[in-house]
Structures are given as C-alpha cells and as structure tokens.
C-alpha cells in the first residue's frame, strides 16, 4: 500500500489524536483539515507496553475514507510485529514502533518498509542514541519522546534536545526527526534549534479553540528558530 506523501522541508505540526473529543472524532478530523493540519498523529497504547490502554487499528480505519491527511501511528505497544499488518491495512503511512519494545527492530523497519510504508523508531527519554544508532539507515523516521510514553499533558523534559543534536548528525539525508511530548509554544522554538522537524503537540492545538491559530502559531516560531539555526551552522561552515 503505497503511503502519502509530506513535504518536511518546513517543519510540521502533527496533532495527537489521543487530545481529541472522541465523541466527535469525525469532526475533528474536519476541524483539523481546515485549520492546515497535514498530518495526524496516533498514539496507540496497549495497556502493556505503557500503562495506558487508547484505540487500535479498527478506530483509525474508520476514518481513513474521510480524509487523505498523512496519517503517523505511533505504535507503543508490545509486540508491534504481531500487528503490523493490521495498521498497514488500516491506511496509516508512516509506522513507528520503540526500540524498548523491541531491541533488534531491522526485520521489522524491513516489513514496514516493503509495505509502503515509512518506518520509523522511537526512543524514550532515559534511553541513549547508541541504542538506535545500529538502525538509523532503516528508518525513514526517528521518534525522540521528549516525556514518558503513556499519557498526554506532561511537561517537555529538556534533556532530550542533546539526543535530537546526536541524530541530527547521524542520520541519513530524507530521515525525519519527530519529537513528541509537551510540545507547545514554549518549547517547539528549542526543539526546531535542536534539529527536529516533525513536532507532535496534543493539548497546545486541542485545548485552543482556533485550532488554525495554534498551529500558525508554532509553525512560525518553530520556521524562526529552524532558519536562525541553518544560518549559524551555514556561517560556522564558512568559518
């Protein structure tokens, strides 16, 4: 199945699903479209992996046929190779599963990969870059999560930054960097400094009621701070 394209040459704001009022789930998903949003973001929690339990394939299936936004799962859940196929099916382009759950990921970068789709691995706060380092070259993506996985709302952990610096200068050309957790305007300056380009951020566009506003909002601070950051590293190079 191939997956849809998303243009990160500018970095992207990717609401999480798990802020959203699921009691209009549908309706968010239109909200969302009309406020700019290019892709969604779902965390997938299996009451296991992280001590919360949120939704599964069959839910983000169910909007697939109602919009063609990019759609990012973001599976934190134990055993990500048993269900793999079920997320590819339900239309999700882009599949990213912890290096916790599943140490020696190669073979499954490999099988989300050939279905289409962007392979991507996260990593939790307290686990270091040399942990992943063996499998940037089979990531499209590499998820830094800036709390600890398994609710929304936490505050942003800034020692984080150092390990999207790292990644920044050991992935591939075309590799994302996504951060995820307590992303807001406070904070989506620093990461975009620090390299990423993908900012996943839950109550700082849900808990607005312009959601169009929310995301200019830290779309052009994050622009800011990603420029002022290509500048100085363009002027060190000519240095």
Sequence with gaps: MPSRSLNVEAPVLAPSMLKCDFA?????????????AQVLHWDVMDANFV??????AMLIKSLRSRTELFFDAHLMIADPAKYLNDYVAAGCD?????????????????????????????LNPQTPVEQVAPHLGQCDLVLV????????????????????QQLRSLV????????????GP???????????????????IFDHND????????ESRAAAAWRGAQGRDSAGEAG
């Design 24 to 36: 209009d789930l549908a309706g968010e998903v239109r909200r969302l479209e009309s406020a700019g």
């Design 51 to 56: 001590p919360n339990l949120s939704y599964g």
């Design 94 to 122: 882009a599949v990213t599963i912890h290096i916790e759950a599943v140490p020696a990921p190669g073979e499954l970068l490999e099988r989300i990969r050939k279905a289409g789709v962007k392979a991507g691995l996260a």
């Design 145 to 164: 999560m800036s709390v600890q996985p398994g609710f929304g709302g936490q505050a942003f952990i800034p020692d984080v930054l150092q390990k999207v």
């Design 172 to 183: 591939r050309p075309g590799t994302w960097i996504s951060i995820d957790g307590g992303i």
């Design 186 to 204: 406070d904070t989506i300056a620093e990461a975009a400094t620090a390299g990423a380009q993908l900012f996943v951020a839950g109550s700082s």
């Design 211 to 218: 959601y169009q506003a929310a995301l200019r909002d830290m």
